[in-house]
T-cell receptor
């Protein structure tokens, strides 16, 4: 089983719809969760992070975390063509010691928003 | 203008040659990281450094080496021992209080033939 697994894509949604991106992780000790957006040929850009169970909203983006189910998701409301990119989920290794700062990434989900 | 720079953007080498990728940051971040990305894959950690003169192996360190002589710089050498060096290499940094909030440079695309 992969340590961090994202829903297989590509995901295609019409402009204005809600895009839902999902991620599961295997390490129960993980404390922090991140979503990065990566445009084709570019480097990843941090767009959201969440540390506590529940929802965290930032503009059109909402991150949802359920540690009991080891599940984190990203919702993009009112999707725009400019949201078309690969979305990477990243999870921390167990806190402390030499793992500090170490992230494990999922394989990414390609999102296409069509007009 | 603060940020992370990587050079060059594209790099071509012949098999058997060592090559060094540059990464510089002026964000005053303590920690720096090197990742590798293959097509359709997520990022895999090669090496990371939390402070100057100290670094740790990541998940795929074999065939790579690093140094951290200055806070601003974290060069990565891809040696001839790395079996599949062609990839997109990404450098990142973070500050000590938010070690997991990592910010990436533009990347170097290395092609070895």
């Amino acid at each position: 089983q992969k340590e961090v697994e994202q829903n297989s894509g590509p995901l295609s949604v019409p402009e204005g719809a809600i895009a839902s991106l999902n991620c599961t992780y295997s390490d129960r000790g993980s404390q922090s969760f991140f979503w990065y957006r990566q445009y084709s040929g570019k480097s990843p850009e941090l767009i959201m992070f969440i540390y506590s169970n529940g929802d965290k909203e930032d503009g059109r983006f909402t991150a949802q975390l359920n540690k009991a189910s080891q599940y984190v998701s990203l919702l993009i409301r009112d999707s725009q063509p400019s949201d078309s990119a690969t979305y990477l989920c990243a999870v921390t290794a167990n806190a402390g010691g030499t793992s500090y700062g170490k992230l494990t990434f999922g394989q990414g989900t390609i999102l296409t928003v069509h007009p | 203008d603060g940020g992370i720079t990587q050079s060059p953007k594209y790099l071509f080498r012949k098999e058997g040659q060592n090559v060094t990728l540059s990464c510089e940051q002026n964000l005053n971040h303590d920690a720096m990281y090197w990742y590798r990305q293959d097509p359709g894959q997520g990022l895999r950690l090669i090496y990371y450094s939390q402070i100057v003169n100290d670094f740790q192996k990541g998940d795929i360190a074999e065939g790579y080496s690093v140094s951290r002589e200055k806070k601003e710089s974290f060069p990565l050498t891809v040696t001839s021992a790395q079996k599949n060096p062609t990839a997109f290499y990404l450098c990142a940094s973070s500050d000590q209080h938010h070690a997991y909030e990592q910010y990436f440079g533009p990347g170097t695309r290395l092609t070895v033939t």
